[in-house]
């Protein structure tokens, strides 16, 4: 059974940064990858980022590159979301995923196989 548990939300100032973690157990990650998303209240949820296991490839959406960066420790399965230069705009609960797929795909939630809980991160303005 895959477990995925996030942590590292919290409340911080626009300007401001916060690291995220996932430390997944259940199975080995050699493959396949890792995303992040995000969902703020009353929205859906959609796609901020995603890195493979093997090759360390990553993806961004539009509206966190250059501010965001995702990570892997392989040996600890755990991936990591750095977020920089936070906005008010940022503000929702973040999810960490995993996926047997890779390429843009992950970037579609559709293609996760499993979720963590979530952590709540609040950027004030």
């Known amino acids: 059974q895959v477990q995925l548990v996030e942590s590292g939300g919290g409340l911080v100032q626009a300007g401001g940064s916060l690291r995220l973690s996932c430390a997944a157990s259940?199975?080995?990650?050699?493959?396949?990858?890792m995303g992040w998303f995000r969902q703020a209240p009353g929205k859906e949820r959609v796609f901020v980022t995603a890195?493979?296991?093997?090759?360390?490839?990553?993806y961004y959406a539009d509206s966190v590159k250059g501010r965001f960066t995702v990570s892997r420790d392989n040996i600890k399965n755990t991936v990591y979301l750095q977020m920089n230069s936070l906005k008010p705009e940022d503000t929702a609960v973040y999810y960490c995923a995993s996926t047997t797929r890779w390429g843009i795909a992950t970037m579609r939630a559709r293609e996760y196989d499993y979720w963590g809980q979530g952590t709540q991160v609040t950027v004030s303005s």
């Open positions: 259940g199975r080995t990650f050699s493959s396949g990858a």
């Open positions: 890195i493979t296991w093997s090759s360390g490839n990553t």
